[in-house]
């Protein structure tokens, strides 16, 4: 099992798919739901497209690479550097390096975890705190609190209406009300500025 924890986790480097991967090892998880989730949860993949400056890397091996190597620490790291900043031996480094440091580390964790004595208790708690302090840091800043309250409409929403889809309900109930909150902050401008 930590073998192949460490292997999935070489492949999947998404942290939301790799669950979903892990789950789909159950013989209950219908193939159709495997798929259709981690279609939903890696969909903003497809956004990353639009921006992310695959143009700068000119050889076909190292756009392949880059192509494969975009994830949500690489788009963050790039989305913050200046345009006369950004080049393809940057780029494909960073890349690199958030590939080394994905897998490197989830190998470590596996060496770690299997050299621990018997479940510790209180560990898998780990995770449900980690989550716990990026909301609270997500509440802290003024400019993310409609999101946060956002989401546990949705999430509020989704466990009431359907209970054994709770978490997919809650992902399309809560892009529906960012794409409604969007329209209507980008609207609202648009709109102080003719009225000006």
Known sequence: ????????GGQVRDGHAH????AAEQPVTPLAAVALTVLVVNFRYVFYAFSFPLHLV????????AVYAVID???????SLPEAERSAPRLLAMQIACES???GGGLV???LGAALPAPIKGLEFALCALFTVLTLDA???PGELPSVLLAGAGAALAL???PGLAMFTALLLFVGLLLVRHTLTTRRPAQETSDA
């Open 1 to 8: 099992m930590p073998a192949e924890e460490g292997l999935v």
């Open 58 to 65: 000119k050889h076909p091996v190292a756009k392949a690479y």
């Open 139 to 141: 509440f802290r800043s």
């Open 109 to 111: 964790g596996v060496a």
């Open 160 to 162: 009431v209406l359907t």
């Open 19 to 22: 669950e979903v991967v892990r």
């Open 101 to 103: 440091y994905w897998v």
């Open 73 to 79: 620490e690489a788009y963050a790291v790039n989305a």
